[in-house]
């Protein structure tokens, strides 16, 4: 009788852990479903917004109307060729930008490692905005981290064609490898010259976030 009740606690263990694991299984389906459902329309996040900056901004970390991001669909033909990339994408962010070549920087973003030297004006960053809660800005927005960033970490490059995007690695780890790549620190650099791109950031269902540049 005890060897009976032994045998059957061990079937019902096993049979907790398959529903747990189908459980789980089921829950990350779920999430990965709704993320894609959610790209399929225009969905801003409902925390936090999203803007350009770099020479061409001023290097601005607050709202400013010509600066912010548009909120678009995976679906938006404008990034087509990004579509799959983007399948888990819970929102996404685009903004046309145009350097200008007739009035440069008068600095060059450098990354030896991989020989591209661009003027100042081809560099883009991302400053994510959050609610003012302390009422201080008219636009209800405030500075809450500039991406990429020591504190925000990197971003997955959607686009290594169009845009050099430096390693995930702390000032001092690039500066000791000497290897010209940069640092997590440093300026994501259009690479594909004179043109208008689509700049294009997004956050992914596992809350990581990726950018890329379509030329238009």
């Known amino acids: 009788m005890k ?8 079937v019902m263990l096993i049979a907790g852990v398959t529903v747990f694991s189908t459980s789980c299984a089921s829950n990350q389906a779920a999430d990965a479903g709704t ?8 969905t801003p ?4 917004n999203y803007r350009v900056t770099g020479q061409f901004a001023g290097w601005g970390n607050l709202y400013e109307e010509e600066f912010m991001m548009e909120n678009v669909a995976r679906t938006d033909p404008r990034i087509a060729s990004l579509s799959e990339a983007l399948v888990d994408a819970l929102y996404i962010y685009l903004y046309e930008y145009t350097p ?6 008068g600095w060059n973003v450098d990354y030896p490692g991989v020989d591209i030297s661009v003027n100042g004006n081809f560099a883009v960053k991302f400053i994510r905005l959050k609610p003012d809660l302390d009422e201080f800005e008219d636009s209800g927005w ?6 990429p ?12 064609d169009t845009i050099y995007m430096p390693p ?6 690039a500066a000791a490898a000497g290897d010209g790549l940069g640092s997590v620190n440093g300026n994501p650099a259009l690479i594909q010259g004179a043109n208008t791109y689509y700049v294009v950031f997004a956050v992914m269902s596992d809350r990581s976030r990726a950018m890329g540049a379509i030329v238009k």
Do not use: C, H, Q, Y
Request: charged content about 25%; proline content about 8%.
């Open 45 to 48: 996040d409902p925390n936090f």
């Open 168 to 173: 995930d690695r702390p000032d001092e780890v």
């Open 35 to 42: 993320a894609r459902a959610a790209a399929e329309v225009a």
């Open 3 to 10: 060897k009976f009740g032994v045998i059957l606690l061990a």
């Open 100 to 105: 200008d070549v007739d009035n440069p920087a």
């Open 149 to 160: 960033s020591t504190e925000s970490g990197g971003m997955a490059n959607l686009t290594p």
């Open 142 to 147: 405030d500075f809450d981290m500039w991406i």
